[in-house]
């Protein structure tokens, strides 16, 4: 078993920007893949960015430029999403979720809120 738990979510301004947090534990021997995923009101989850084990990244249109997924350097367990140029449409339930031997675990979610 995998337990991702995200943090750092709240209320931005529009223009603003936050970091997001997804601390790993338990099995995560062989993760291949970290995401993050969010889930607007009445809008089907989405993939925002994607980190592999070996470092590589992918990122959803809607968030090149502005968005960065990265290991913390302190804590290889923990995936960040540095979140810049905030926009009301980035406004979503973020959900870390990892890839391990074909079995998908997800994070409890975090809140992020931009206001116009």
């Known amino acids: 078993q995998v337990q991702l738990v995200e943090s750092g979510g709240g209320l931005v301004q529009a223009g603003g920007s936050l970091r997001l947090s997804c601390a790993a534990s338990?099995?995560?021997?062989?993760?291949?893949?970290m995401s993050w995923y969010r889930q607007a009101p009445e809008k089907q989850r989405e993939l925002v960015a994607t980190i592999t084990r070996d470092g590589s990244t992918n990122y959803a249109d809607s968030v090149k430029g502005r968005f960065t997924i990265s290991r913390d350097n302190a804590s290889k367990n923990t995936v960040l999403l540095q979140m810049y140029s905030l926009k009301p449409d980035d406004t979503a339930v973020y959900y870390c979720h990892a890839l391990r031997f074909g079995v998908s675990y997800w994070g409890q979610g975090t809140q992020v809120t931009v206001s116009s």
């Open positions: 338990g099995d995560i021997f062989a993760i291949n893949v």
